[in-house]
């Protein structure tokens, strides 16, 4: 059974960088997809980034040239770098795992970390 365990959040002022980890146990086979998805208080879960085992990414357009998605195939871990930080990025951020190539989520989700950017 594939597990996925998120960290690396935190609070950090307007303007600030977090880099968040998620780290997958388990046997992965075959082509899929990690994303980090969020969820901002009172609203719905949503895709941030995501990327294929072959590396192509997708983004959010509220994200696009602030975060940055990788993954280390080898050590079963996908990064989400997130820079030049807003107080409407504060949310909880989920790592999730599909199978294929796919910007939905599949049905493999870590328990989140929370993300609080406030001055």
């Known amino acids: 059974q594939v597990q996925l365990v998120e960290s690396g959040g935190g609070l950090v002022q307007p303007g600030g960088s977090l880099r968040l980890s998620c780290a997958v146990s388990?046997?992965?086979?075959?082509?899929?997809?990690m994303g980090w998805y969020r969820q901002p208080p009172g609203k719905q879960r949503e895709l941030v980034a995501a990327?294929?085992?072959?590396?192509?990414?997708n983004y959010a357009d509220s994200v696009k040239g602030r975060f940055t998605i990788s993954r280390d195939n080898v050590k079963g871990t996908v990064f989400l770098q997130m820079n030049s930080l807003k107080p409407e990025d504060t949310a909880i951020y989920y790592c999730?795992?599909?199978?294929?190539?796919?910007?939905?989520?599949?049905?493999?989700w870590g328990q989140g970390t929370q993300v609080t950017v406030s001055s």
């Open positions: 388990g046997s992965i086979f075959g082509i899929n997809t």
């Open positions: 990327i294929t085992s072959g590396g192509r990414t």
């Open positions: 999730n795992l599909a199978t294929g190539v796919r910007w939905y989520p599949g049905g493999n």
